[in-house]
């Protein structure tokens, strides 16, 4: 054997210890130095636990056993290790100690320390000298595990400040500032009228109770007695009742109003950001989807039609169902992104959405299947043209089979008691002139309603050319506009894309015109004439909610676009100091959507419940009846709901007709006849509305020979036939 040369006689390199460079002299020194040496030879240890499947004696691993033909001045050089390497602190006690060698856990270092304050250590039999190591004190402290307290604190920290909650609570405190005055006394003011919003607080009252107390009865309410599914008679906002179930009473019916008004705004911006992140979106781009979307101008108008407003769930249903099939505007179809779970839930907010009536849900309806019919004619040419098909999966086919199934069964219960109302009552279909009543002009899409901040004033004049203000002052805003023609020309969305967005638009605008498009011959009339259930909607400038939609996500591509091109040019720049001041610049289009969608919307006190509707027994009659009094009057029944004649809807019944005729004498002998044959048992006149009726005249005068009784109560006068 060659014993010459140190370097010679290493140890030969292994899988488990890998080879390592000769000592250098500097090595040499430094062991001489710190005292005896460490032979290390790689993977003798390692080996030798796991044929013993124990630990070593000792916790030193580095004197191990040399090769029996190794010279004294070999394993001297062979042992030489680096001295950063033998000073190694209990950090790092995992680590190699000698480069060739064995590996050291943290329980043999802790071994070590004991045992190198009592001298040389043996292994193997040979007695090793070993130097206590000097430079541990100053390790650091291994990291204490935390406790569960500590964890469930990091896991809400971490939901606290997850994308998705900051999002929704951006929604909740922008839909206060943005609807505001109307949580400011929302148990008295409701916002632009006290008359539609106290027929649709009423609706929500009424689906609540009834749910609790009977609900076979849900279709025959407790207004216009005595007709038959008398709930129908308007959309219903059903989806709500569960808010309806909380509270009793007018004022309880008139804060869960607002809440619901606040809330719904809430889910509509939600609703919007979540598809435009969903289809690849930014953050800034999403967010102006979701205001643009929600506080557009001509929505202002709506203010007093919740069942408009309560759109929500028509974006955030798209969102969930393009999400459960891995699919986006920006990426396109992804398979492995797959979700069913996602399906079920877009599936379930259709449903629910459609639950809240069809003057917005038809169209939705009808939209969905247009784009299963569509997917499904795709999946079908690209299978004919590759020879396969698609990647899909059965467990989202059976997704899409069971919430398809859900949605369409949702609509159908929900149709039949229209159907029902149409049998009993054919004067209340629309006709294609009633449509034409509400078509708006193409100026009505640059005119904004008096309740917009910024154009209501300046839009006076336009207005006044309008003959119907609320259903054609359709102004989604000019700083929409813009974005969106923007959006045309650098996007993140392909250029097929925007193509197909922007045809998107020019359809809807063209259908939310009704008759005023070339009569509507090519848009609007045949739905209306055989598309079922389309006859039903005489307002078709809402249909302006889809072109608003399609508008905010050309915007957001273009948005998107900005805000990544900003970010490249922050990287970019030497010194960064006017990156934040970019990025900063991006919030500008935000702003100025937001500021667009500012209200003037009034909110006016709703007429406090008369004293006699506390404790009248029905069936009941309240006087004077016309189509405004009588949404006060159901709104008033939510204490007991009491059966009472009065109604306020979309169409009038005849027989209510004829009680608001014949009552017109009342209190004669005829009207009380009448009023008896119908059943009513209870009639209460207002003296704050009879001024200019023909009760002024006879509220005070005698009763006795027509069998009645008379008794003031309040300010109202109680009959009691």
Known sequence: MTTGQPGNARPTPTDDAPSRPAPTRAGDDIAKASGPKRAAKAGDTKDAAKTDGTKPDTAKTDATTTDATTTDATKADATTTDATTTDATKADATKDVAKGGAVRDADEVEGTKAKDADGPQKADGDPKPVEAERWEAFASAPEPRPSRLSRAVRAVGRFLAHEWTLAALASLALAVLMTWPTLRYPRYTLPQDSWDPSLQSWQMAWSGHILLADPARLWQSNTFFPELWSFAFSDTLLGYAPAGMLGSGPQDAVLRYNIMFVLAHALATLGAYALARQLGAGRIGAAVAGVGYTYAPWLLAQAGHLHVLSNGGIPL????????????????YRPERRHDGWVYAGWLVAAWQVSLGFGIGLPFAYFLAGVVLVVAVL???????????????????????????????????????????????????????????????????????????????????????????AEMTLLPGFVLYALAAGGLFFSVWRLRHRLLLLVGVLVTMAFAMGTRFFDGTFTYVPLFEHAPGWNA?????????????????????????????????????????????????????????????????????????????????????????????????????????PDVVNGGSGF??????????????????????????????????????????????????????????????????????
């Open 379 to 469: 999946f079908g040419v690209r299978r004919l043209r590759s020879g396969r098909a698609l990647p899909f999966g059965r467990r989202l086919l059976v997704a899409d089979v069971l919430g398809g199934v859900l949605f369409a069964g949702v609509g159908l219960l929900m149709a039949f008691p229209y159907f029902k109302v149409t049998e009993l009552h054919p004067y209340a279909e629309r006709t294609i002139r009633d449509v034409g009543m509400f078509s708006p002009p193409a100026s009505g899409f640059v005119t904004a309603p008096a309740e917009s901040r910024i154009w209501g004033g300046l839009h006076e004049g336009a207005r006044a050319a309008l003959p119907w203000h």
């Open 537 to 641: 909607l005489r307002t078709p400038g809402r249909l302006m909610l889809w072109t608003t939609l399609l508008l905010a996500l050309l915007a957001a591509g273009a948005i998107t676009t900005l805000t990544d091109r900003v970010r490249e040019l922050a990287a970019q720049r030497i010194p960064s100091w006017p990156g934040p001041w970019l990025r900063m610049a991006t919030l500008l289009p935000l702003l100025l959507v937001t500021l667009e969608g500012l209200n003037a919307t009034p909110h006016p006190v709703v007429p406090a419940q008369p004293a006699a509707m506390r404790s009248a027994e029905g069936p009941l009659l309240v006087l004077p009846s016309d189509q405004n009094i009588d949404q006060h009057v159901m709104l008033w029944s939510t204490s007991g709901f």
């Open 652 to 721: 009038t019944p005849r027989q209510l007709d004829d009680v608001r005729r014949v009552s017109q004498s009342f209190p004669d002998q005829t009207s009380v006849d009448y009023l008896r044959t119908l059943g009513v048992r209870t009639v209460v006149l207002l003296r704050g509305q009879v001024p200019g009726t023909p009760w002024e005249i006879t509220i005070d005068a005698p009763v006795e020979s027509l069998g009645i009784t008379r008794q003031d109560v309040g300010d109202a006068v109680v009959y009691r036939l």
């Open 317 to 332: 249903a798209l969102a969930m169902l393009a999400r459960g099939h891995g699919w986006s505007l920006r990426y396109g």
